[in-house]
């Protein structure tokens, strides 16, 4: 079935670094990617996405990469502040054949420190 | 607050009892999901419903599970005679179409 693993599981980066997160996803088929942000005890945040047709998009301070020929997506963050705190999460979906579902990767915790 | 909201937020329940959550999507929104997140994961796919049709089930759904969409709006997952490895977060999304948008969740302990 489909699988998104997602690296490192732990990212400890002082304040000002940069930050970058990593996915790969099984499915060729897949055509969306979002990333989502999970604060302590909150609900998942969706915080940038890209789809297949697009290598890269920017949003301020993050930023996603995709390459569809070798199955893998990142996102990177740059300026870290403490806020950017939080446990990262990328998925992958594919909108077409009847599958809406999300495929999540693990989670990475970041830890911005001042 | 025009996002998603969910019902209870926290339940404390006996095993072998039954529970019912309930999901209000984005009003707009004709696409419901359900997912289930244990401490350390990313949220896993249980269910989807587009307006009152339920189109995927994951099979980490058990029969014990069941989730409605009876009018195409809110939606309500229901987990009978329930298990200790039941506890977990339970997560309703929805979108219009493609990005989903969580609500806070529904914790589950099951003493």
């Known amino acids: 079935g489909e699988n998104v693993e997602q690296h490192p599981s732990t990212l400890s980066v002082q304040e000002g670094d940069s930050a970058v997160i990593k996915c790969t996803y099984s499915?060729?088929?897949?055509?969306?990617f979002p990333w989502y942000k999970q604060e302590l005890g909150k609900r998942p945040q969706l915080i940038i996405d890209?789809?297949?047709?697009?290598g890269e998009k920017k949003d301020q301070r993050i930023a996603v990469t995709l390459n569809k020929t070798a199955k893998h997506f990142s996102l990177h963050i740059t300026e870290t502040q403490p806020e950017d705190s939080a446990v990262y999460f990328c998925?992958?979906?594919?909108?077409?054949?009847?599958?809406?579902?999300?495929?999540f990767g693990a989670g990475t915790r970041l830890a911005v420190h001042p | 607050d025009t996002g998603v909201s969910q019902d209870p937020r926290h339940k404390i329940t006996k095993r072998g009892q039954n529970v019912t959550f309930r999901c209000d999507p984005i009003?707009?929104?004709?696409?419901l999901y359900w997912y289930r997140q244990t401490l350390g994961q990313g949220p896993e796919f249980l269910t989807y419903?587009?307006?009152?049709?339920?189109?995927?089930k994951s099979r980490l759904l058990s029969d014990r599970f069941s989730a409605e969409r009876p009018k195409g709006s809110f939606s309500t997952l229901e987990i009978q005679r329930t298990e200790q490895g039941d506890s977990a977060m339970y997560l309703c999304?929805?979108?219009?179409?493609?990005?989903?948008?969580f609500g806070p969740g529904t914790r589950l302990t099951v003493t």
């Open positions: 998925a992958a979906i594919t909108l077409s054949g009847g599958y809406n579902k999300l495929i």
């Open positions: 499915d060729s088929a897949s055509n969306y």
């Open positions: 999304a929805s979108s219009n179409p493609n990005e989903q948008y």
């Open positions: 419903f587009q307006n009152e049709a339920q189109l995927e």
């Open positions: 009003s707009e929104h004709n696409r």
């Open positions: 890209i789809r297949s047709n697009v």
